[in-house]
């Protein structure tokens, strides 16, 4: 028999009670600025902050179009010129190391020396050898308008010119016109009626190729 001080123990008949969860009280802080409230946010990567529109990147800048002339006193063998041959269609007369390189379909022929060093641009403008005249901008600010008046109008007067005359050989050729640009050397060949452009010849302008393209 157990003593008086016994006792059985005490069981805790209160019902349990789930917890509910913990609700954040912190009051929301409204973080948009006075100036979004009264004049709306401005569009941006920075997801419609007013920031200055300095702090957007600058737009890349296009690319300024490779004109043939930029051939010349380049050798033929460069990574660059070989881009602007296959560009413009111009593939050469003969196999190796060729002095001659045409694109027929496009009015365009360049020359090069021994040592394939592109010393000659012609722009053929009329239908002969096999050649379609060659339409589009005249490189060296010649304007579009294959006529000796729309020359002119581009480029002024010319530093020389010379009166239609009759060659023993190729018979009777027209006025001729150039101009000594700060690039190269133009030389204008009018057909026989002194107007319509014949043939566009560039040439650098010291006759030494290579001089200005030692980048």
């Known amino acids: 028999m ?13 019902p349990a009670v789930d917890k509910a969860p913990t609700v954040d009280k912190t009051p929301t802080v409204d973080k948009t600025t006075s100036q979004d409230r009264r004049y709306g946010s401005k569009p941006g990567p920075s997801g419609g902050s007013n920031e200055p529109l300095g702090a957007y990147p600058a737009a890349r800048p296009r690319p300024v179009p490779v004109q043939v002339t930029d051939l010349l006193g380049r050798s033929v063998l460069e990574a660059r010129t070989q881009r602007i041959c296959l560009a413009y269609g ?6 190796g190391l060729s002095r001659c390189y045409l694109a027929r379909d496009a009015g365009l022929e360049i020359a090069a020396d021994p040592h394939g060093v592109v010393t000659t641009v012609f722009l053929h403008f009329h239908v002969a050898d096999g050649f379609t005249p060659y339409h589009g901008e005249i490189p060296g600010g010649a304007g579009s308008v294959p006529r000796r008046a729309g020359l ?3 480029l002024g007067r010319p530093d020389e010119g010379g009166k239609p005359h009759r060659d023993p050989v190729l018979g009777d050729t027209g006025a001729w016109d ?5 690039e190269f050397l133009l030389h204008a060949q009018y057909a026989v009626d002194g107007q319509n452009l014949y043939r566009v010849t560039y040439t650098l302008p010291d006759g030494t190729p290579g001089a200005s393209r030692a980048a």
């Open 90 to 95: 111009l593939v050469p007369r003969s196999g």
């Open 2 to 14: 157990g003593t008086a001080d016994e006792h059985p123990p005490t069981v805790d008949k209160t």
């Open 152 to 154: 002119w109008a581009s």
């Open 178 to 182: 150039r101009w000594l640009l700060p």
